[in-house]
């Protein structure tokens, strides 16, 4: 959710936000949505701080993509509150620069999102649940999204900015388009594994040698509640009186708006016409308008008049036509014709128009029978997300206030406790295959004091409690588990190392004069013969090959020049470069603009790295290390 938008706004801006996008202000209060007091800061921006909530609530959004080790170590921490230092010097920068969005931008580009809509609508319980289950608070969440949106603008300034220069770009198109001749060998690590040879001792040696390789981490089994809001819904059936007044409650829901299909001729204008330019194209769209009006075809018309040329090869076809999408004067003309009626001239900044409203489909209301269906479903939603607020509460209450087992809830609410399979930090599956359930599970609360979890909120309408069952200390793999990884590795091993040797001496035996057909043949390398490649037709080639050829200098005297190329588990390959053709003439337009956005981009992104990096060393920060 957060990855998608960003936020930010404070006090009465807050306020005015929240009631642009229809949230009550009272689901949150007074106190807890302007109390800042008391927190801790992580770091200090110049004038600005970062809260160790902030800099937790980002640790765990990365803790599903992360492996659980880096979260402990603390180059990974450091890490994250240095892009949150970034964060906070770019959206203050933009700020300064002049750079804004309004009010009104922030909270449609929030009413907009899929993640708080419900049926293709906002909703203001969706967007707290959502917001809750991520740890913000509103102000919080708005804050980012336009710190956000800020960066994003100053980044395109900077990123479109950069001019490329013509010779550039035929500088890149020649290399880019340049041939090279290319002949293979290949030493497969695979093939040599068979006859490499692996004792007892030495199998025994690595496994002493690398202990950390073989370690298993700490597991657990948990017992589990489970509540959900699409469980207490079952067995709801909604009265029918009931279900008319959610028919009269949720009326725009069910209205399929109006449709319109227009059509239209254009007699275009320049930005700024001349009064005898107005008049000529006044007077020609006139004598359309007649024509028309006299039972001339329309969209014959508009293919020998339009200058529209996109509508005009479809008889000034316009498609559906919807609110805030055309011109508001050929709009405004579109919905206040009938059926077949063609408009008086219009004029809009791209011309004259004469527009003809050839299909229209009024607004109409669904039947109550035709929403029946689901309407039983809005209101068993309805009913279950207002029971699930009371029971989730009971929910919390139980597992917090009886900590040492998960029956006495169970029994309230009437739910089951699960088994989950065994599962480490690194997590697992079903229950345990969710980032925050595993957290829990590792706390040591409920490691190793045997107690319930709080309630987690996996999702806006579930909640998992969790009770640590049963315990599998961390250890080391036997070494019968282990024996055949360990003699595969060490055969890898020593197949590389023949590998390297037979390239090396092959190599020599190369620039000694012989040819790759003969050497390969001699020590039974599987042969590639000779063919062409540039840098963006590369044939299925190994990369690391391809970028040994184009690095290699160019043959002289007619002799091939060699490579011997590491291909890391594969083995290696050697390689005879046989030729280089650069390329002649021009490269083709759409060439030309691929290089210039790869190079505008390169240089944006550089640019913008470095002045990301001046604000750093021009700011005062300070780091409280212990609160990380």
Not at 288 to 305: E, M, N
Not at 456 to 466: G, H, M, R
Not at 480 to 501: M, W
């Amino acid at each position: 959710m957060l990855t998608k938008i960003r936020e930010k706004t404070q006090g009465i801006i807050a306020t005015f936000i929240l009631v642009l996008i229809g949230v009550p202000f009272a689901l949150w209060g007074v106190n807890s949505y302007f109390d800042t007091g008391g927190k801790i800061n992580v770091a200090r921006v110049g004038d600005m701080k970062i809260s160790q909530d902030e800099y937790r609530r980002t640790l765990d959004r990365l803790r599903a993509r992360v492996e659980p080790k880096a979260m402990n170590d603390p180059r990974f921490k450091q890490s994250v509150l240095d892009s949150l230092i970034s964060q906070t010097l770019l959206a203050h920068d933009a700020e300064n620069q002049g750079y804004r969005i309004s009010d009104a931008q922030l909270a449609q580009i929030l009413r907009d999102q899929p993640s708080f809509q419900r049926d293709g609508k906002f909703d203001p319980a969706l967007y707290e649940a959502l917001l809750r289950r991520e740890g913000l608070s509103p102000r919080e969440f708005e804050t980012r999204v336009r710190d956000d949106i800020l960066v994003t603008q100053v980044q395109a300034g900077i990123s479109e900015s950069f001019v490329v220069t013509q010779g550039e770009i035929a500088a890149l198109a020649r290399l880019l388009a340049q041939e090279r001749e290319l002949a293979q060998a290949m030493i497969s690590a695979e093939a040599l594994m068979p006859k490499a040879t692996v004792s007892g001792a030495d199998i025994e040696q690595y496994y002493s040698a690398h202990p950390e390789m073989f370690q298993f981490p700490e597991q657990v089994r948990v017992d589990y509640l489970r509540l959900s809001a699409g469980d207490l819904n079952q067995g709801f059936q909604p009265t029918e009186e009931e279900l008319k007044k959610a028919y009269a409650e949720e009326a725009a829901r069910y209205v399929i708006p109006e449709k319109r299909r227009a059509s239209h001729i254009l007699i275009s204008l320049p930005a700024q016409p001349g009064e005898d330019q107005s008049k000529a194209a006044l007077a020609k769209i006139q004598d359309i308008a007649r024509q028309a009006r006299a039972g001339g075809d329309f969209g014959g018309l508009a293919k020998k008049y339009s200058a529209d040329s996109v509508t005009a090869a479809q008889g000034g076809d316009l498609g559906e036509v919807r609110r805030g999408v055309l011109p508001k004067e050929v709009e405004d003309a579109v919905f206040a014709l009938k059926s077949g009626e063609v408009s008086q001239p219009v004029r809009s900044p791209f011309g004259y128009h004469l527009v003809k409203l050839t299909a229209h489909t009024p607004e109409k209301r669904k039947a109550f029978a035709e929403v029946r269906k689901d309407l039983v479903e809005v209101l068993r939603r309805r009913q279950a997300e207002e029971r699930f607020f009371d029971v989730a509460e009971k929910f919390r209450n139980l597992v917090y206030e009886q900590p040492d087992s998960l029956a006495p809830a169970a029994k309230a609410l009437g739910l089951e406790i699960r088994k989950s399979e065994w599962f480490s930090p690194a997590g697992g599956t079903g229950i345990a295959a969710n980032p925050k359930v595993v957290q829990a599970a590792f706390e040591p609360d409920v490691l190793s004091q045997a107690r319930n979890s709080d309630a987690i909120e996996i999702s806006a309408d579930t909640l998992v409690a969790v009770r640590v069952a049963e315990r599998r200390p961390a250890g080391r793999k036997p070494l019968a588990e282990v024996r055949p990884g360990i003699e595969r590795t060490l055969k890898q091993q020593r197949a590389l190392e023949q590998a390297h040797s037979l390239g090396e001496a092959a190599l020599q035996e190369l620039r000694a004069g012989a040819s790759l057909e003969a050497v390969a043949r001699k020590h039974g390398f599987k042969y590639v013969p000779s063919r062409t490649l540039t840098r963006r037709q590369t044939g299925g080639i190994d990369p690391r090959i391809v970028e040994s050829a184009f690095r290699a200098p160019r043959p002289e005297g007619g002799k091939p020049v060699h490579e011997l190329v590491d291909l890391g588990e594969q083995g290696y390959a050697l390689l005879a470069l046989q030729g280089v053709r650069d390329a002649s003439g021009k490269a083709d337009n759409a060439t030309q603009q691929q290089i210039r956005a790869l190079l505008g981009t390169r240089r944006g992104a550089d640019y913008y790295a470095n002045y990301r990096e001046g604000l750093r060393q021009k700011a005062e920060i300070k780091i409280y290390s212990d609160q990380l």
